[in-house]
């Protein structure tokens, strides 16, 4: 399999210019950090609130979710996950606001920023290799900082676009195992999606089915 030649996972990514307040940084995350970061999810897995289909409009996406801090509905956020059991969704760990704040130093070079930036929602997101995530916007946090998004697991199709519309313009880039993407300032409520997993690109060794995991940062700027 191509991806674990290391020679093949070295290739350089052509460089694509993102919108203002886009930032995409390849292999920002070392392999030990994925693998630990898989035992976290498959601990979220495990409760208080068990991964499930949101549904959207009735009909459930085809990306299974846990959230930590906050309850993510389409639409809402809530302290409890009210669409399933009723608990309270477990609080965003501090170890998740160093990284936010480290991921966020590396993107902007901005320390005062970063510094400020205490994410207190999170969404851990699981994509079977068929799953999909339509164009949308992060919209139901009130607070304009960044989103700081991780991928593990399975390369994907990232479609990011503009704040107008779900259609063109957008461009199309691969998010690979390791990578960092945030969006925030003029880019924060840009549409965004997941067009196509590509199956059997993981690296060795995850500790994870075919498929990926996209952990997503947030400031709610709610109580
Ligand atoms: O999986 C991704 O990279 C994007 C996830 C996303 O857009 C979301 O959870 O709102
Ligand atoms: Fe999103």
Redesign the pocket.
């Known amino acids: 399999m191509m991806s674990m030649d290391p020679l093949f996972d070295e290739a350089p990514r052509p460089a694509v210019e993102l919108p203002a307040g886009a930032h995409h940084l390849p292999g920002f995350l070392p392999l030990e950090e994925q693998r630990w970061l898989v035992e976290r999810f498959h601990e979220w897995g495990r409760g208080p609130v068990p991964p499930r289909y949101p549904l959207i409009g009735g009909y459930p996406m085809s ?1 299974q ?1 846990v959230c930590l801090g906050w309850h993510w509905n389409p639409g809402r956020l809530t302290r409890r996950a009210v669409d399933q059991n009723g608990e309270l969704v477990p609080p965003v760990p501090d170890w998740m606001v160093r990284l936010g704040h480290r991921a966020l130093l590396r993107a902007t070079g901005d320390d005062e920023a970063a510094r400020s930036y205490v994410p207190d929602c999170a ?1 851990v ?1 699981w ?1 079977e290799p068929s799953a999909r ?1 339509g164009m ?1 916007q ?1 919209k139901e946090e009130r607070d304009p900082a960044p ?1 700081v ?1 991780f ?1 593990i697991g399975d390369s ?1 199709r ?1 479609r990011f676009g503009n704040t107008e519309t779900r259609n063109k313009p957008y461009m199309d880039l691969e ?1 690979r195992s390791g990578d960092l ?1 945030v969006f925030g300032g003029p880019s924060r409520l840009a549409f ?3 067009t196509r997993i590509m199956p059997d690109t993981a690296p060795a060794g995850l500790g994870l089915p075919p498929g ?1 995991i ?1 952990i ?1 940062l947030r400031v709610s700027g709610l109580d």
């Open positions: 990306v979710s969404l997101n994509y995530m949308h992060d989103v998004s991928s994907c990232f998010l993407f965004h999606g997941v990926r996209n997503t």
